[in-house]
Antibody, heavy 118, light 112 residues
Framework: QVQLVESGGGVVQPGRSLRLSCAASGFMFSDYGMHWVRQAPGKGLEWVALISHDGNNKYYADSVKGRFTISRDNSENTLYLQMNSPRTEDTAVYSC???????????WGQGTLVTVSS | DIVMTQTPLSLSVTPGQPASISCRSSQSLLHSDGKTYLCWYLRKPGQSPQLLIYEVSRRFSGVPDRFSGSGSGTDFTLKISRVGAEDVGVYYCMQDTQLPLTFGAGTKVEIK
């Protein structure tokens, strides 16, 4: 069965860096695009970024463009989100999701909490 | 960006009774390929979101047939024919016609 397990969350100071990981199993990772989606405390879901199956195409929400970088290692079945210059408003649970037939995420991980605070 | 508006924000349902959630988009979700890309998710307490419906009305693998989706253009509905205790959680609509993907605010469904 599809499993997505995020890690790397924690407390980070504004302006520092943090890298999130998403370990995938149960499907052919290299065949599918992958998303990062976040949910701030008490707020709704916000799409963050999408990477194509081969890593050649990357798309970002305006709120993170130029600060966050999505990447993947298909040999390790792992998705990454490099968070540079995080802001307090980036505090959220970050989840990875496997891309389905179109752009939707058909399977999601449980998420990892990132708290940006001094 | 496409804005998704969900109503109601909360719903209290008697077990075995039907429930309906509406979702409206700020522009048509009809894609140039002729399909309409509107999904529904359920986030049960303590769990990750699970895909229920994609392309307006197609049930995802393993989703019970008491869940159905309908609509076109900018107006969409999720219906649960008979709500059970296992259906409690927050339901979200999401458009995947174009990036950025955008979500409704969520509808919290509880059992009376």
């Amino acid at each position: 069965q599809v499993q997505l397990v995020e890690s790397g969350g924690g407390v980070v100071q504004p302006g520092r860096s943090l890298r999130l990981s998403c370990a995938a199993s149960g499907f052919m990772f290299s065949d599918y695009g992958m998303h990062w989606v976040r949910q701030a405390p008490g707020k709704g879901l916000e799409w963050v970024a999408l990477i194509s199956h081969d890593g050649n195409n990357k798309y970002y929400a305006d709120s993170v463009k130029g600060r966050f970088t999505i990447s993947r290692d298909n040999s390790e079945n792992t998705l990454y989100l490099q968070m540079n210059s995080p802001r307090t408003e980036d505090t959220a649970v970050y989840s990875c999701a496997k891309q389905g037939l179109h752009l939707e995420g058909d399977y999601w991980g449980q998420g990892t909490l990132v708290t940006v605070s001094s | 960006d496409i804005v998704m508006t969900q109503t109601p924000l909360s719903l209290s349902v008697t077990p075995g009774q039907p429930a309906s959630i509406s979702c409206r988009s700020s522009q048509s979700l009809l894609h140039s390929d002729g399909k309409t890309y509107l999904c529904w998710y359920l986030r049960k307490p303590g769990q990750s979101p699970q895909l229920l419906i994609y392309e307006v009305s197609r049930r995802f693998s393993g989703v019970p047939d008491r869940f159905s989706g309908s609509g076109s253009g900018t107006d969409f509905t999720l219906k649960i024919s008979r709500v059970g205790a296992e259906d409690v959680g927050v339901y979200y609509c999401m458009q995947d016609t174009q990036l950025p993907l955008t979500f409704g605010a969520g509808t919290k469904v509880e059992i009376k």
